[in-house]
C-alpha cells in the first residue's frame, strides 16, 4: 500500500508538472500573438458633413464605416467620427468577429503620404493592447468616397 501511495503521488506530480508546463507554454504563445507587430488592410468609405469656419480655415465632419482584417487573424468592421480641415483627426473603433472593440485615433496633414495612429486598448483581448501605427491611403475613388487603406502598428 505504500508503494502505492508512492506511486500515486509520483503520477500526480507529474499530472501538475504537465498542467504546469502546459500553462506556461500557453501564456507564451498568447502573450507572443498579442505582442507581435501586425498589419490592417482597411477598406473604407466616408462620409463628409457639417462644416465650420474657423481662424484656422473651415472644418469639416468625417464619419467612416468599413471592413478589416489584420495580420493576427482578426477582422470586422471599422467606425470612426472626427474632423477634417487642414489635418485629418479621427477617433475610431474596430469591432472585431468576436464583439472585442479595440480604440484607436488617426491622424493625417492633408496632402501628405503617411498618417499616424495609436491603438490605446478596448475591451476583451483588447483591453491591454497599445500599439503605434503608421497608415497610407493605398487606393481611392474621391467620386463615391471609398478608399483602401493599410496600416503597419508597433506594440507597445
Not at 500553462?23 to 498568447?30: P, R
Not at 503617411?114 to 491591454?128: A, F, I, P
Request: proline residues 1%; hydrophobic residues 35%.
Amino acid at each position: 500500500q505504500r508503494q502505492m501511495c508512492i506511486r500515486d503521488r509520483n503520477v500526480m506530480r507529474k499530472y501538475f508538472s504537465f498542467c504546469f508546463y502546459f500553462l506556461i507554454l500557453f501564456l507564451i504563445s498568447f502573450k507572443s500573438s498579442y505582442g507581435q507587430d501586425f498589419t490592417l488592410t482597411q477598406t473604407i468609405k466616408w462620409s463628409i458633413g457639417t462644416e465650420i469656419q474657423t481662424p484656422e480655415g473651415i472644418i469639416k465632419t468625417l464619419g467612416v464605416d468599413g471592413a478589416y482584417i489584420d495580420s493576427r487573424g482578426h477582422n470586422g468592421i471599422i467606425t470612426c467620427v472626427g474632423s477634417i480641415g487642414d489635418v485629418l483627426k479621427a477617433d475610431c473603433n474596430l469591432k472585431d468577429q468576436d464583439g472585442d472593440i479595440s480604440y484607436l485615433d488617426a491622424y493625417r496633414e492633408i496632402g501628405g503620404a503617411d498618417g499616424v495612429s495609436k491603438m490605446s486598448g478596448g475591451t476583451g483581448k483588447y483591453q491591454n493592447v497599445s500599439a503605434n501605427c503608421v497608415y497610407q491611403i493605398a487606393a481611392s475613388n474621391q467620386n463615391v468616397s471609398v478608399g483602401l487603406v493599410t496600416m503597419q502598428c508597433k506594440n507597445n
